[in-house]
């Protein structure tokens, strides 16, 4: 039974950093390009950045420098660093296959950026 679990989301004033953790179980995570998406209030859900079996990573261009992605295969888990957070970086973030997503989706972790 494919699972996926995010953790790590919380309130945090703009220029705050958070480090968002996703626990997959279910597949064979190590041969998987798996992903980070983003659902912002009243807007779609949005690709992020993807990582590579081996760890490579690649951003959404507007959000290079701040995002920085990694997995670590033998802890079947993702991990998704944000530096210097942005009002517009509020939403729920969550972790998935690269394509295609698996199903059900996680539940999510909630990222606020407020002051």
């Known amino acids: 039974q494919v699972q996926l679990v995010e953790s790590g989301g919380g309130l945090v004033e703009p220029g705050g950093s958070l480090r968002l953790s996703c626990a997959v179980s279910?597949?064979?995570?190590?041969?998987?390009?798996m992903a980070w998406y983003r659902q912002a209030p009243e807007k779609q859900r949005e690709l992020v950045a993807t990582?590579?079996?081996?760890?490579?990573?690649v951003y959404d261009g507007a959000l290079e420098g701040r995002f920085t992605a990694s997995r670590d295969n033998d802890k079947n888990s993702l991990y998704l660093q944000i530096d210097n957070l942005k009002p517009e970086d509020t939403a729920v973030y969550y972790c998935?296959?690269?394509?295609?997503?698996?199903?059900?989706w996680g539940q999510g972790t909630q990222v606020t950026v407020s002051s």
């Open positions: 990582i590579t079996t081996n760890g490579i990573a």
């Open positions: 998935n296959k690269n394509y295609p997503p698996l199903t059900p």
């Open positions: 279910g597949i064979t995570f190590r041969t998987d390009t």
